[in-house]
């Protein structure tokens, strides 16, 4: 083998080894990153509970909603209607949060039934439905033509 094409398997070898480094931060960078959507019943259906942060997306359930007294911890239910998660959030509620409308609740999730949360993420109007949370109702079968938008 002459010396240019030992010299031009070195740049082509190392050039792979990079690419390949490369890939794999980036993968490893993506999985830390990734939080994955849930709803009430996939989470009762799960044979273990997500590590890390995860998002829960559904209805708030009417009449859940309750704040304790002198802390901005506020503890509610959210429902696909036809399993609910227990929430409890520390923070501000976001002015677009109500009852029996849509909502998105990342947080770390302490067992089946109780999420506790960090973010809130409350719809933009009255007829917007979070993605997520639409095609869970539709699955569970409870979607409602009142949510159409």
Do not use: C
Request: aromatic letters at 10%.
């Amino acid at each position: 083998m002459n010396p240019s094409r030992k010299k031009r398997l070195a740049y082509f070898l190392v050039s792979v080894v990079v690419v390949l480094l490369l890939v794999k931060f980036i993968f490893n960078s993506l999985q830390k990153n990734t939080i994955y959507f849930f709803s009430p019943t996939d989470l009762s259906l799960s044979v273990e509970n997500p590590k890390g942060l995860i998002r829960v997306g559904g209805l708030v359930k009417k009449g859940s909603v309750q704040e304790k007294k002198n802390e901005a911890i506020y503890a509610f239910v959210v429902t696909d209607l036809k399993n609910d998660i227990y929430v409890e959030y520390k923070g501000i509620l976001p002015n677009l949060f109500q009852e029996e409308k849509g909502v998105v609740v990342e947080g770390t999730l302490k067992d089946k039934k109780f999420l506790l949360g960090k973010t809130i993420l409350a719809k933009h109007d009255e007829n917007y439905m979070p993605p997520e949370v639409a095609e869970a109702l539709k699955k569970s079968g409870n979607w409602n033509k009142k949510y159409d938008q």
